[in-house]
T-cell receptor, first 112, second 113 residues
Framework: DAGITQSPRHKVTETGTPVTLRCHQTENHRYMYWYRQDPGHGLRLIHYSYGVKDTDKGEVSDGYSVSRSKTEDFLLTLESATSSQTSVYFC???????????FGPGTRLTVT | QKEVEQNSGPLSVPEGAIASLNCTYSDRGSQSFFWYRQYSGKSPELIMFIYSNGDKEDGRFTAQLNKASQYVSLLIRDSQPSDSATYLCAVNIYTGANSKLTFGKGITLSVRP
């Protein structure tokens, strides 16, 4: 997985609770991304980062926030989880916004 | 408006056949094109990229790009059961001044022994 880890790999949480997912890379890539993947929707970009403390929204950013305090770590936070946020979340890294990306192993999140 | 479209699946081929996976995109300015393979329960894995019109071969895989017609294809020769997976097409799409990699929804390939 190109030196990318995600934690936790699986999580079950209750509606209304905060959740933080972590992505860690050892490749020193500038760009980091968070996607969610749902049946019928494919991969959808939530947020991305183009450097430490530099982030921007993707197409489905509502209800999510991100932070990047170090090059190697990119955190995704669900401030108050909802059932619609049940999904598989993938982190990806890349050297440019519009070239190849390499994906982490994913986190399966279930909100009950 | 869908920006990267992949023809509806699933696609089923017998072992040893050629599997043809197609992808169309909406942005005439797109310049980078990628194919990812995703096994069930796993993350997407980059298998091919192509930047210029024409064919690019890598082992049993051939990527074909036609910018005038705005499509990119992936051919898998001598298909094997291990090729059974979902294949995602990704294209850089411009929105304003920025260009971002945009993924199609994928097509599921099943190779019958």
């Amino acid at each position: 997985d190109a030196g990318i880890t995600q934690s936790p790999r699986h999580k079950v949480t209750e509606t209304g609770t905060p959740v933080t997912l972590r992505c860690h890379q050892t490749e020193n890539h500038r760009y980091m991304y968070w996607y969610r993947q749902d049946p019928g929707h494919g991969l959808r970009l939530i947020h991305y980062s183009y450097g430490v403390k530099d982030t921007d929204k993707g197409e489905v950013s509502d209800g999510y926030s991100v932070s990047r305090s170090k090059t190697e770590d990119f955190l995704l936070t669900l401030e108050s989880a909802t059932s619609s946020q049940t999904s598989v979340y993938f982190c990806a890294i890349g050297t440019s916004l519009d070239y190849e990306q390499y994906f982490g192993p994913g986190t399966r999140l279930t909100v009950t | 408006q869908k920006e990267v479209e992949q023809n509806s699946g699933p696609l089923s081929v017998p072992e040893g056949a050629i599997a043809s996976l197609n992808c169309t995109y909406s942005d005439r300015g797109s310049q980078s094109f990628f194919w990812y393979r995703q096994y069930s329960g796993k993350s997407p894995e980059l298998i091919m990229f192509i930047y210029s019109n024409g064919d690019k071969e890598d082992g049993r895989f051939t990527a074909q790009l036609n910018k005038a017609s705005q499509y990119v294809s992936l051919l898998i020769r001598d298909s094997q059961p291990s090729d059974s997976a979902t294949y995602l097409c990704a294209v850089n799409i411009y929105t304003g001044a920025n260009s971002k990699l945009t993924f199609g929804k994928g097509i599921t390939l099943s190779v019958r022994p």
